[in-house]
């Protein structure tokens, strides 16, 4: 009896220390990831692909980024309300996770826009990157079940690989932005890759 009552102690007390484990697995993802999209919050972003920066700096490889922009968010907040732009920007969260390898990194930069850190991947790769995500966004209508109709969803993405042993990340993003600027100065629904001279 004392042996099952050991076993019983031993058994509580495992389970009990995987619950423990559990919740600070939850409390240490809760302080990096942005709770609408699930992608990591813009400062932890900085964070990581800063290191990836010099990571690349160090080695000599390609580092390139992507600054994805919900086209028309505020429209689809006016017509359809903030839960539908919610939806529109998990919508896009969701292909963007899926167009990315494990060690890409992904995060919510601003309130419509997310960013992808693509290590070890030049301008050719991050390009393909653009495509394949914006094709998949367009080719899958959101769907709004409280109001009984889809909309259809775009993105504009900007392009910037880095040039430099002396870049860091802000340089790198900046020169995405300037990219995507570019092409929303064109229009929506388009992926524009940064030039040097633009």
């Not at 259809?152 to 990219?179: F, K, N, P, R, Y």
């Amino acid at each position: 009896m004392l042996i099952i009552l050991g076993v019983l102690l031993l058994l509580t007390i495992i389970w009990q220390w995987q619950q423990i484990r559990q919740l600070r697995v939850q409390l240490l993802n809760s302080g990096l990831t942005d709770q609408l999209t699930g992608l990591y919050h813009r400062h932890h972003l900085m964070t990581l692909a800063e290191h990836e920066i010099n990571r690349a700096q160090r080695s000599n490889i390609k580092v390139s980024a992507l600054i994805i922009d919900l086209d028309y968010c505020a429209k689809i907040n006016h017509q359809f309300g903030h839960y539908a732009g919610d939806l529109a920007l998990q919508h896009l969260a969701k292909f963007a996770n899926e167009s990315i390898r494990d060690f890409d990194l992904a995060g919510r930069f601003s309130g419509e826009e997310i960013v992808l850190i693509l290590p070890n991947t030049d301008e050719a790769g991050a390009l393909v990157v653009a495509e394949r995500l914006r094709a998949k966004v367009k080719q899958h209508p959101l769907v709004l079940s409280q109001h009984k109709e889809t909309i259809s969803v775009s993105v504009t993405i900007g392009i910037a690989t880095l040039q430099t042993e002396t870049e860091t990340i802000e340089d790198l993003l900046l020169a995405a932005d300037t990219a995507l600027q570019c092409a929303m100065q064109q229009g929506i629904d388009r992926v524009h890759v940064f030039q040097p001279s633009s």
